[in-house]
């Protein structure tokens, strides 16, 4: 079984900077892209940036130049991180790790989300 364990979130004044980590550990297992996720109470779920296995990383035009999206491959671990610079206000939700892998024995897919992680900007 494939965990995902997410961390790293908090509070930070404007303009602060944070850095979240999401680690998916387990055995026999395949993740092609992470992608980190947001959303606010009542708004649905917004894609802040993605980075696949070879590196490729995607970002929303709303945190391109102030984020960044990077990854670890171990064996048995895969460690992605969101390092947020510049933060505003607007920032503050509550942030998603998000990971398809693949189980290289049976071949199975699988979607997995983290618990999820608060980032509040104050003004």
């Known amino acids: 079984q494939v965990q995902l364990v997410e961390s790293g979130g908090g509070l930070v004044q404007d303009g602060g900077s944070l850095r979240l980590s999401c680690v998916a550990s387990g055995s026999r297992f395949a993740i092609n892209a992470v992608n980190w996720y947001r959303q606010a109470p009542g708004k649905s779920r917004e894609l802040v940036a993605s980075i696949n296995n070879g590196g490729l990383a995607n970002y929303a035009d709303s945190v391109k130049g102030r984020f960044t999206i990077s990854r670890d491959d171990a064996l048995n671990t895969v460690t992605a991180y969101l390092q947020m610079n510049s933060l505003k206000p607007e920032d503050t939700d509550v942030y998603y790790c998000?990971?398809?892998?693949?189980?290289?024995?049976?071949?199975?897919?699988?979607?997995?989300w983290g618990q999820g992680t608060q980032v509040t900007v104050s003004s």
């Open positions: 998000n990971a398809y892998y693949i189980k290289t024995m049976s071949g199975s897919g699988h979607d997995l």
